[in-house]
């Protein structure tokens, strides 16, 4: 019998609440220190773009997205497809709207470490999500 556990176990809504964790804590840190992260990530002391901390808004709503993913995996699998989507695009709009195409020691650690290394976790979780949603709607129409 196919359930829930069984298709989307429970350390993967814990993995999510983990991801949930460090977007909510890395967005307040990014919208209410713009100017430690930009220099720090940019190795520099440029001024500070304005809209570095509307990127730590939207990090704290995709905190909210994977927070909801975590406690319904099966009706909010999309979420996690679009997380990985927003994770890739915004990576790519930082490196070349940020960085301005140059990539320093700590850029590149950002860029690994806050967009790269969730991707392939969300991708699966989704597609297991999806999996888990599948289930549901073939025993339900058994029913």
Known sequence: MVT??????NWMRGFLLIVTAYHIFWGFFIAIYPESFFHWVTESQSAVPEIII???R??????LVYVFTALHPGKLWFLLFFGAFTK???GLWFFFTILEGELGKRAIFHLLMNDAVWVPF??????KGLAYKKSKEKVSSKN
């Open 4 to 9: 829930q556990q069984t298709q989307f176990p």
């Open 54 to 56: 509307w990127q730590g």
């Open 58 to 63: 939207a990090v704290l709503v995709m905190g």
């Open 88 to 90: 890739i695009a915004g």
């Open 122 to 127: 969300l991708i699966v979780f989704g597609l």
